[in-house]
């Protein structure tokens, strides 16, 4: 079975910096597109950023515009997002998502992503 596996969370003071890495396995193709969705305590699932596969493109929400930033690698199934000037208002838990053309879940849609598949997320709190 194909496994998302999200790393990289932790406790930072706000203003400060994380880096989130994922890493995408056994599904056997190349997913459509990546990216990452969060969801804080008592809060519905928040699209953050996505990135489409061969072409580069890139979408985020409005609330992370100007400080995240995501990248995929040359081998097009490791994703990482970079977050800067974090707030305490970006404590969640992180998925690192994916789409590979089948909907096993509801999907969290981000710009034209449509995020199917998901790990098992790991935690980032934002400290003041």
């Known amino acids: 079975q194909g496994q998302l596996e999200e790393s990289g969370g932790g406790s930072v003071q706000a203003g400060g910096s994380l880096r989130l890495s994922c890493a995408a396995s056994g599904y056997g193709y190349r997913s459509n597109c990546m990216g990452w969705f969060r969801q804080a305590t008592g809060k519905e699932r928040e699209g953050v950023a996505a990135?489409?596969?061969?072409?580069?493109?890139?979408h985020y929400a409005d609330s992370v515009k100007g400080r995240f930033t995501i990248i995929q690698d040359d081998a097009e199934n490791t994703v990482y997002l970079q977050m800067n000037s974090l707030k305490p208002d970006d404590t969640a838990l992180y998925y690192c998502?994916?789409?590979?053309?089948?909907?096993?879940?509801?999907?969290?849609?981000?710009?034209?992503?449509?995020?199917?598949?998901w790990g098992q997320g790991t935690q980032v709190t934002v400290f003041s």
């Open positions: 998502a994916a789409d590979y053309g089948t909907r096993p879940h509801s999907p969290v849609l981000v710009g034209n992503c449509p995020l199917s598949y």
């Open positions: 990135i489409y596969t061969g072409g580069g493109s890139t």
